[in-house]
């Protein structure tokens, strides 16, 4: 059973910066997509981020030129680089792992932007 322990959420106002981090615990990262995923009260669950274990790298629209995502296999951990945040980046922010059948979630981690 593979773990997912995201990090890094807070308060945070606009335009300022956050990193959040995610911990696998399990022996297929190098070869999973790894994904950030949000969501914000009333809406539904939506992707962030996703990085491929081809190299390849997906954003949302929303958060193109703002945010950047990274991965470091031999710590198993991806990241999420938060930069000149808007108070509708406010939600709580998921990582996900997925290969074949395989799809894990983390808890979420909470990131609120506000003045």
């Known amino acids: 059973q593979v773990q997912l322990v995201e990090s890094g959420g807070g308060l945070v106002q606009p335009g300022g910066s956050l990193r959040l981090s995610c911990a696998a615990s399990?022996?297929?990262?190098?070869?999973?997509?790894m994904g950030w995923y949000r969501q914000a009260p009333g809406k539904e669950r939506e992707l962030v981020a996703a990085s491929f274990s081809s190299g390849g790298i997906n954003y949302a629209d929303s958060v193109k030129g703002r945010f950047a995502i990274s991965r470091d296999n031999a710590k198993k951990t991806v990241y999420l680089q938060m930069n000149s945040l808007k108070p509708e980046d406010t939600a709580v922010y998921y990582c996900n792992e997925r290969s074949g059948y395989f799809d894990y979630w983390g808890q979420g981690t909470q990131v609120t932007v506000s003045s």
């Open positions: 399990g022996n297929i990262f190098a070869i999973s997509t």
